[in-house]
């Protein structure tokens, strides 16, 4: 088989995570490349969850509810996924506590006591994990030593009594299909936010603070636990109003610094934001998208938050957004943002959402590109420092605390050139054409960026539009039927020039939103484009691979 899926499925608590990430370790070892997309719901325990592990010969960056093998830890593992399981699919379930009536009679149905052995063995239960996964790896005939091996890399406790309980399941399996190793090197498997706070250090991070919101809360994480390494603080303040305000005085004193949340916590921060506008502090915002409004479902993915983003905060000032669509994107991403928030003196915003935030992907450094670290104008001491001095592109140079031959006066109030509150009209209006006249400067350099991407057939006169995690999904779809495939990777300034030259010669234009409104759309309409069908689903769930060919197809 070049290519299978595996759904592992159980309730919140039982360490279905873990579990499909050792599976997909041990299947990026024989050489797969591989996605895995997450579902869990927003308690701690109870409840259901569960992960689809895809694996393939070829980069993929998207799952399919086809499933090959279903790995079902619980009854509602049955009841909520038989109806995906392909006609030759197995499913391995723990007869324990799956009753066998509710099985599909017409599928292979393999039954393991997997409570009985964790009894026998005086584990605990969520080991019973360990004995699934070296049955399954039985079945599709992978050689014991990858699992060995891939556990005592992963496990940091009582590896023992996992590889014990391993072997006893993988004893007790039979070998039923032969999954034969890819001849292709494995690849790091990291998600999306891990792929972003990389970028984010590579870019020079200094600082990153947050309050933790799903699905932003992974980039807090993985940052807190590598903080040393990185030579990074990370700080969890008590509120997002903390954070952004605490962020900002760190951009006063020169330091690079991001923070993360996502659309309910972002509200908190739009006071601040406006802020950074005003005083012309650089700041990069990790925004991750959920189905809202208010709370919604704060474990589930969206993409209704653009034109939120684009227009938040009050008062007019210039922004960069960048909607990364893989883990290569959003580490370029996260660089391009650092980089052009420093160098313009505004807010940056990596836009993303659950399916990126918390997808898994291989990830190959040799197709991302490395940016330099792009350091801020300084004063050159050479004149009177002016922190707001008007210049012709409206950057005016920097200087931080404590330089004693310079007052670094900010204000959010209208000011002069020296940071003095000022209600002048004259001033006023030079001030605010200042901060403005950046945005015509960004733009232009923009262009010498892939700010719009082109794939699939570029000749055929129909054409997918997408933006951010969707983009997976649109390739391979458009592969399949044939399609070109349109991504702006930069929503703003919106590259104008580059997506009119992507849309020339097309007779349809289809998009594809995990919104109810079509909020790209909405932004494209700004520039005169108009599209001719639209494809949204908006019930917090990603579109899969098989559900979106159906939908095109029609």
Known sequence: MDEFSLLIAGKAGDGIDTAGFLIAHILNKLGFRLYIYRDYPSIIRGGHTFSIIRASKDRIYTHSNKIDFILALNQDSIDFHKEKIKNKGIIIFNSDLVKEDSLPDDKKCLGFSLEKIVKEENVTLIMRNSCAIGIFCKIIGIEWENLDSVFRKNISKEIDLNLKLARRGYDLAENLVKIKAISQEPLPLINGSEAIGLGLVKAGLGNYIAYPMTPSSGLLHFLAANADDFGIKVIHPESEIAVVLMALGFSYTGQKTAVGTSGGGFC??????????????????????????????????????????????????????IAPGDAEEAYFASQLAMNLAWKYQ?????????????????????????????????????????????TKNGISPLRFVPDKDAIIKVNSYEHDEFGITTEEASITKLMQEKRLRK?????????????VKIYGNKKSKTAI????SNKGVCLEVADKLGLKVIQPLVLWPFPGRQFKNATKGLKKIICIENNATGQLEKLIKLYGFSIHKKITRYDGRPFSLDELEEKLKK
Not at 280 to 286: A, N, T, Y
Not at 362 to 380: A, G, R, Y
């Open 346 to 390: 505004i807010p940056a915003f990596i836009l993303t959402d659950k399916t990126l935030n918390e997808g898994i992907y291989n990830f190959d450094i040799n197709i991302s590109k490395n940016l330099i670290e792009e350091m801020p104008i300084i004063w050159d001491k050479a004149n009177p420092y002016k922190r707001y001095l008007d």
């Open 465 to 468: 539009l997408c933006w951010g």
């Open 439 to 451: 945005e015509k400067y960004l733009e232009k350099e923009l262009e010498s960026y892939q700010a």
């Open 268 to 321: 908190l921060m739009t006071e601040g934001l406006s802020l950074s506008g005003m005083a012309e502090l650089p700041i990069v915002f990790m925004v991750g998208q959920r189905t809202g409004p208010s709370t919604g479902l704060p474990t589930y993915t969206g993409q209704s938050e653009l034109q939120f983003i684009l227009n938040a905060g009050h008062g007019e000032f210039s922004r960069f957004v």
